[in-house]
């Protein structure tokens, strides 16, 4: 634990401690739409962090990780409706199964030590399949969606994740929190560094002891379950469930936006994308509303523009650079 | 289920499978020889439907007429694309080149989302719903008309790497790179040229798709997907396999269309994704890797 | 008494190309043993094929009696034998000292124990003025020093050196040298090393072993070697020989 947070220096200690305060009593402080604001920030946050344990830390582009969220989202949703398990059991199964998907998916994209390409393109395909899939499948309700019920009966049964607007603020936070401690343990472990030297150069890695298959598993595994866990919040969240937006590319496009923007590799990337891109998209889009405009898919434009404009300028985000300007750089161990 | 309508089936699957060929063409040739792995092929195919669809709308072009005009706008497109934003991330490690092109993507079918809007379009052709009779078998006009164009375009192609000296220095330097730029060929005008190809495929793929059925954005990644799994399938750099690759998916998704249902004819063509990474990564015609 | 490495009678073929035409060769536990031969005599194939990169076409590679021929990499690594590359290959985003900590966290029990080996190694080697540099950004002597820092923190019982020597000036030569004596002599490292250095070689071979054409040609002491007709015909051509 010592060695994961080393790398605080006494500034960015403050000004870690100052932006945990200021989310801690933000629900008392700001108004609701602004705290659906920061909560689909965190929320973005913690998924963007478990994508980056992924690509950023190990090098692994996966371009369809809505995958594991479909599959946490839908999996802990049926347990509950259908046969009334709580979502703090069925969240070890949702993450189970995002590990069995991602299992299957490393052991075809891993086998032949092939080019990234074919890794990357797995991905989409899996998670295409489970869209059209979960589209066809009644069972989840097909297309037309699979809800949970909503009712004041059920308000406030912590334990069946039914609650207030204060309730799901404080769990994504406890999320994102979780998401960076994760991170940084990670980060400071030989494990975390096996990452690393396979992500700058797996031949020289494999020279030196480090097993590739075994690390990228475990890159691949962790980053499923984190995933997976954020799929079983959005099921309980939203309550309802569509394969066309909990399993879309579009979603998985989403989640790595942050990460990307923000800098990948980097502990605090994620966070800094997710509190950059969220607020800016609602502003964008609450702006045109507010202006009698009807612009689908400005957002996703914006996103574009930046993302090219980030990997073309700074493709190490915004975060090292930012750093730089606060003083807050991390200190080398 | 009678005979004649598997046959009408398959040919059918031929008739699409060569158009779908085309545009894998695309997305094979450039990362043959740029080695840059096109994410925004399917948007950019897409641009093309909808090109032609505007073409159409303004001066009663036919999409497939429009193929070729498409194809030489779509060729300087590629060109100034490879030229002015792709090349100096050649060299550059290839994640970057991935998210480069997936905000090509995201600006291109949100771009068209926010022109056309959501709702699917379609063209209407004087003979959409006319047939040709061979033996019984029903087969429509439209899918030979967009056939034929294709192969057409693909046999241009074959004849311009084979027989051109410009085609020939581009399959110099797939080759080798090294010895390409040692004899004095301009290896940034050559992956301009062929990046422009590689999008001329594309646009005339994406006028004839007009003729064929209907659009929207949103049809674009699973494009992107399906000229992807062509060319893994037929073998990642080979344009033989390319166009082997379509007529196979062509016919697979036809055929899975009929026996099982239209709704999962894609998942077809991502299980033989799936099978050949599996078994045979190179593909059917791809080299394997030593 | 069998010697740490063995290959025998091993062969390689790569689409028609028999790159290793049944090299066979011992080392000895502690030695230096030094493998030359012009360019694409097969040397860096050799290492290759030791190192697990490929598994030979035929023959049999041994390190301390059992086979190795056709393991992977990793477990190369694990079992003791490291190498470097011709083309160095550091972690160019991570730190000096980072790198090599990578190198030692194979046998230490945590990252903390891993830098501390990795300090030690950088002094030895001179680099640890550079440890917190990004190894992207040192000159090709330095990343020359840090591959063989990197593959010393592994702690082998063998080290494969390709071509470390190769650009570095007479004075760095001796250096690297000095460092390389020492490591043989007080850790008893055994050192395989390809060179084209001659300087190195004479410096520092017990054994010299002459590759041409993918097969071995002469082997001996350093002195004899570099006399023998063969040898001088494979690098200068008929006429120098005589």
């Known amino acids: ?333 | 289920m009678s005979l004649s309508l598997y046959v009408e089936v398959l040919i059918q699957g031929v008739l699409s499978g060569l158009v779908y060929g085309l545009m894998a063409l695309g997305l094979s040739v450039i990362f043959g020889v740029v080695r840059v792995v096109n994410f925004a092929h399917g948007e950019f195919a897409v641009l093309a439907m909808y090109c032609a669809f505007v073409l159409f709308g303004l001066a009663g072009v036919d999409p497939i007429i429009a193929s070729l005009p498409l194809a030489v706008a779509f060729f300087v497109l590629g060109y100034a694309m490879q030229r002015g934003m792709v090349q100096p991330f050649v060299t550059r490690p290839q994640h970057e080149q991935f998210i480069l092109l997936v905000g090509v993507a995201l600006v291109v079918t949100n771009g068209l989302l926010l022109v056309f809007g959501p709702e699917s379009k379609h063209v209407d052709l004087p003979y959409s719903f006319d047939s040709y009779t061979l033996g019984g078998v029903l087969i429509d006009k439209v899918r030979v008309y967009g056939a034929a164009a294709a192969l057409v375009a693909t046999a241009a192609l074959f004849a311009f790497f084979r027989l051109t000296p410009t085609g020939t220095a581009i399959r110099a330097a797939a080759d080798n790179l090294t010895g390409a730029a040692v004899v004095g060929l301009d290896v940034k005008r050559l992956y301009a040229i062929t990046f422009g190809l590689g999008l001329a495929c594309v646009g005339a793929a994406g006028a004839i798709m007009m003729a064929l059925t209907d659009m929207t954005p949103m049809l674009a990644p699973s494009l992107t997907l399906l000229a992807f799994t062509i060319v893994i399938v037929g073998g990642l750099g080979s344009m033989t396999g390319a166009l082997a690759g379509g007529l196979l998916i062509g016919v697979a998704e036809a055929v899975a269309s009929l026996v099982v249902s239209p709704a999962i004819k894609s998942m077809v063509s991502f299980a033989l994704l799936v099978l050949v990474l599996a078994l045979r990564p190179q593909g059917l015609f791809g080299k394997a890797e030593s | 008494m069998s010697a740490l490495l063995e290959i025998v009678d091993v062969v390689k073929r790569f689409r028609g190309l028999t790159a290793i035409d049944s090299v066979s060769l011992s080392v000895e536990d502690g030695e230096i043993f030094a493998i030359i031969g012009p360019n694409g005599a097969g040397k860096t194939t050799l290492f290759n094929l030791i190192a697990g990169v490929f598994a030979p076409d035929e023959g049999e590679i041994k390190y301390a009696g059992a086979r190795i021929d056709g393991r992977e990499p990793e477990k190369i690594c694990a079992a003791g034998i490291a190498r470097t590359f011709q083309i160095v290959k550091p972690f160019p985003d991570l730190t000096v000292r980072d790198n090599v900590a990578i190198g030692a966290m194979l046998r230490a029990p945590d990252m903390a124990q891993a830098r501390g080996e990795a300090d030690e190694i950088l002094r030895k080697l001179d680099l640890f003025d550079k440890r917190a540099q990004k190894a992207g950004a040192l000159t090709l002597p330095d990343r020359k020093r840090l591959e063989v820092a990197r593959a010393l923190a592994t702690k082998p019982r063998i080290i494969l050196l390709d071509e470390v020597m190769a650009g570095l000036r007479p004075t760095e030569t001796d250096r690297m040298v000095g460092v390389l004596r020492d490591i043989n002599r007080h850790d008893r490292l055994t050192i395989v090393m390809i060179e084209h250095v001659m300087r190195a070689v004479m410096a520092l071979a017990d054994r010299v072993h002459v590759l041409h054409h993918g097969a071995s040609i002469a082997e001996g002491a350093p002195q004899q070697v570099t006399k023998d007709p063969h040898v001088i015909e494979s690098y200068l051509g008929m006429k120098a020989a005589h």
């Open chain 1, 1 to 333: 634990m010592k060695a994961a947070l080393s790398f605080l220096t006494p500034r960015s200690t403050v000004a870690l401690m100052a932006c945990g305060v200021a989310l801690l009593v933000a629900p008392f402080v700001v108004d609701r739409y602004t705290l659906s604001i920061i909560l689909l920030s965190l929320l973005g946050a913690y998924l963007g962090q478990a994508w980056n344990i992924l690509m950023g830390y190990c090098g692994l582009l996966s371009l369809g990780h809505a995958l594991y969220l479909g599959i946490g989202a839908y999996a802990s949703a049926v347990l509950f409706v259908n046969y009334g398990i709580g979502p703090w059991a069925s969240v070890f199964v949702a993450a189970a199964l995002g590990v069995a998907a991602a299992a299957v998916i490393g052991w075809l994209g891993f086998r032949f030590r092939i080019e990234g390409v074919y890794f990357s393109l797995l991905t989409i395909a899996f998670a295409e399949i489970a869209r059209i899939g979960f589209d066809n499948w009644s069972f989840v309700g097909g297309a037309a969606g699979f809800f949970l019920p909503v009712n004041a009966a059920l308000a406030d049964q912590w334990w069946n994740l039914r609650g207030g607007p204060f309730f799901f603020y404080y769990l994504a936070l406890a999320m994102a929190v979780a998401a960076l401690a994760i991170t940084a343990v990670l980060r400071a472990s030989k494990l975390g560094y096996a990452f690393l030297a396979i992500r700058e150069d797996p031949q020289a890695a494999c020279a030196l002891g480090v097993d590739i298959n075994r690390t990228r598993f475990l890159a691949l595994f962790i980053s499923a379950a984190m995933t997976a866990v954020g799929g079983v919040y959005i099921a309980f969240w939203t309550n309802n469930l569509f394969p066309a937006q909990v399993l879309d590319t579009s979603k998985s496009i989403d989640m790595i936006l942050a990460p990307i923007v923000g800098g990948l590799g980097t502990l605090m990337g994620p966070f800094i994308g997710a509190f950059l891109l969220v607020p800016l998209g609602s502003a964008l889009t609450d702006g045109l509303r507010a202006l009698g405009l009807n612009a689908p898919g400005i957002k996703a434009l914006v996103y574009g523009l930046m993302l090219m404009a980030i990997i073309g300028a700074t493709p190490n985000g915004l975060w090292p650079w930012l750093a730089r300007k606060l003083g807050l750089e991390a200190r080398e161990p």
